[in-house]
């Protein structure tokens, strides 16, 4: 009898226990994050969004006649080094190289600089 009435105590403490831990257990998940989470989570896509600057891109084609550059032919001018295809363009950039540098930034393309002399 002792030990029948004993083991029944046992049973509903241990039931009491359990509800009692499950209970606690997932109170602070179920109730707590799911509504902060929505209400204060803040957009990373949204913050990392930054309008863009032009890229500047290296010189691939003479400003004069839009043909790719020969690297052996080139105009420095104020530390900035302007590629070309041909001779012809050579003395033409050599004549206005201000003009032929603005078209180049007008295009996107960053010139080259000139390496710095010894
Ligand atoms: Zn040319």
Not at 8 to 11: K, L, P, Q
Not at 42 to 51: G, N, V
């Given at each position: 009898?002792?030990?029948?009435?004993g083991w029944?105590?046992?049973?509903t403490m241990?039931?009491?226990?359990?509800?009692?831990?499950?209970?606690?257990?997932?109170?602070?998940?179920?109730?707590?994050?799911?509504?902060?989470?929505?209400?204060?989570?803040?957009?990373?896509?949204?913050?990392?969004?930054?309008?863009?600057?032009?890229?500047?891109?290296?010189?691939?084609?003479?400003?004069?006649?839009?043909?790719?550059?020969?690297?052996?032919?080139y105009v420095?001018?104020?530390?900035?080094?302007?590629?070309?295809?041909?001779?012809?363009?050579?003395?033409?950039?050599?004549?206005?190289?201000?003009?032929?540098?603005?078209?180049?930034?007008?295009?996107?393309?960053?010139?080259?600089?000139?390496?710095?002399?010894?």
């Open positions: 009898m002792k030990g029948y009435s029944r105590v046992g049973a241990f039931v009491l226990l359990a509800l009692g831990a499950t209970a606690r257990a997932a109170a602070p998940c179920c109730g707590g994050m799911g509504g902060r989470n929505a209400e204060t989570a803040p957009s990373p896509a949204q913050a990392a969004l930054r309008p863009s600057a032009p890229e500047a891109k290296p010189q691939t084609h003479c400003p004069v006649m839009n043909a790719p550059i020969n690297r052996n032919l420095d001018h104020n530390g900035k080094r302007i590629y070309v295809c041909c001779q012809g363009c050579l003395s033409r950039v050599r004549a206005e190289p201000e003009k032929y540098i603005r078209l180049l930034e007008e295009m996107g393309v960053e010139p080259e600089k000139t390496p710095p002399q010894n």
